[in-house]
């Protein structure tokens, strides 16, 4: 078997394999033999059927399978040994490859396309800008995160007269069919039901269409303490009679709350309070801050190294590998979306290799738990003991898909971490409508 090398520009090359009976003979007998061993042919003993009928029932499979593994071979073994290194995988060349008599032939050509990883040239240093937006906190911005907090802290106090956003426990009554002490929020009432309870106190009484009154049928079933599949036929006109108005009150910022959300003797007055409101508001800033910076650290350095790819040869790998699950045309379509992640890709790999920078167990563990942290979070869990946290980060980074996205994130982390140590950052402030125009 001889393998012939031809480069066709800087980041393609062609590979040809020349394959003669001598190559293939005995790894073809070998196969036919396999194929006597397993047969179970009627007239014959299993594995006792004439070489001559398999032969004719399994040859041109054999051959096929025989000079296969050969390309296969040859290929892995020729890139190896001259250290080649390639991105995707050799496709058969669609212009030098002649057509292949499996018939007659016995000895064989094969052309083959490979794609040349290109070099990564980049020195990261201070030379190298990325801007960094820093939110600057506007006297209405700090009011508001206040006010949401006192609000958070808050509860529900009676009041008397009912107004657009205050809370009811009211009786309904229907004939002999009584709801009594249901509560309702305004906030679910219909615009054009509401003005039935605006101005009203507890003792008063009024009919209500509670169709129109409560559009949404989950809410309505709630309201009358019925199941949903009731409603239908039933005469939406209630009586109804309030019986409490309820407001929701802020928190009042003293001691005692103070004590509550930044732990006891940690803040003991108004001054203090507006420090650290300033403080966490710059903390949950930051992480949106940090994300614009990996997108736009991630983007100056692809324009930077200027990495140029073999793009007709990734879109034609792209098509093969995924099996005709995209056309053509979607692949060229988003295909400057794929090359951007390549080109990143191979930044990334390139600086971990020079930096040797490497990915622990630990560093999965803890970006699983924070993963974890969160997810729970989001479903109204935020203090999860920690050996259940540990369980799901666990199953996280078992999971192959989810195991690898952690890894990728880890991955960039470091790597962005390292890149934000060495290049300048241009301090650009900004407001945080602004930013998360820019973030989102």
Do not use: C
Not at 410 to 422: H, N, P
């Amino acid at each position: 078997m001889k393998v012939t090398q031809k480069n066709v520009d800087d980041l393609t090359l062609t590979l040809t394999i020349g394959i003669d009976k001598n190559d293939y003979s005995d790894k073809r007998k070998k196969i036919l033999s396999d194929y006597r061993r397993k047969a179970d042919i009627k007239g014959f003993r299993k594995g006792m059927a004439p070489m001559s009928l398999i032969e004719k029932l399994h040859g041109r499979n054999a051959l096929l399978d025989a000079v296969n593994g050969l390309i296969s071979d040859g290929l892995n073994n020729h890139i190896r040994d001259n250290q080649i290194n390639i991105i995707g995988e050799p496709l058969p060349n669609t212009t030098e490859q002649k057509e292949i008599d499996w018939e007659t032939a016995e000895e064989f050509e094969f052309v083959f396309d490979v794609a040349l990883a290109p070099k990564v040239d980049l020195k990261i240093d201070n030379s190298i800008k990325v801007p960094y937006y820093e939110v600057e906190i506007s006297k209405e911005a700090k009011a508001e995160y206040r006010s949401n907090l006192l609000k958070q802290y808050g509860k529900l106090e009676n009041t008397e007269v009912i107004e657009n956003d205050d809370f009811v426990i009211v009786d309904l009554v229907q004939g002999e069919t009584r709801v009594e002490g249901t509560y309702v929020a305004l906030r679910s009432v219909s615009e054009a039901a509401k003005a039935e309870f605006i101005g009203k106190k507890a003792g008063d009484s009024f009919d209500l269409d509670v169709n129109n009154a409560f559009e949404n049928e989950t809410d309505r079933a709630a309201m009358l303490k019925v199941k949903k599949e009731e409603l239908e036929g039933m005469d939406p006109i209630f009586n109804v009679t309030i019986k409490e108005v309820k407001r929701f009150a802020e928190a009042v910022a003293d001691k005692d709350l103070f004590d509550r959300l930044f732990g006891e003797g940690v803040v003991n007055n108004e001054e203090e309070f507006d420090a650290k409101i300033v403080e966490r508001m710059k903390g949950e800033y930051s992480q949106e801050s940090d994300y614009r910076f990996m997108l736009d650290a991630r983007d100056t350095l692809i324009q930077t190294a200027a990495i140029k790819l073999p793009e007709e040869f990734l879109k034609r790998w792209l098509y093969t590998v995924n099996e005709g699950k995209f056309t053509m045309e979607e692949i060229e379509k988003d295909f400057h979306l794929f090359a951007q992640d390549f080109r990143w890709q191979m930044i990334r790999e390139s600086v971990k290799k020079e930096q040797s920078i490497e990915v622990t167990r630990e560093d999965l563990v803890n970006h699983a738990k924070k993963v974890a942290a969160y997810q729970f979070a989001m479903y109204g869990l935020p203090n999860v003991p920690e050996q259940q946290l540990n369980q799901y980060a666990e199953s996280l980074l078992a999971n192959e898909k989810e195991g690898r996205r952690i890894y990728e994130k880890v991955e960039d982390d470091l790597v962005l971490d390292y890149v934000r140590s060495v290049v300048t950052l241009e301090s650009k402030p900004i407001s945080i409508d602004e930013l998360h125009k820019l973030t989102n």
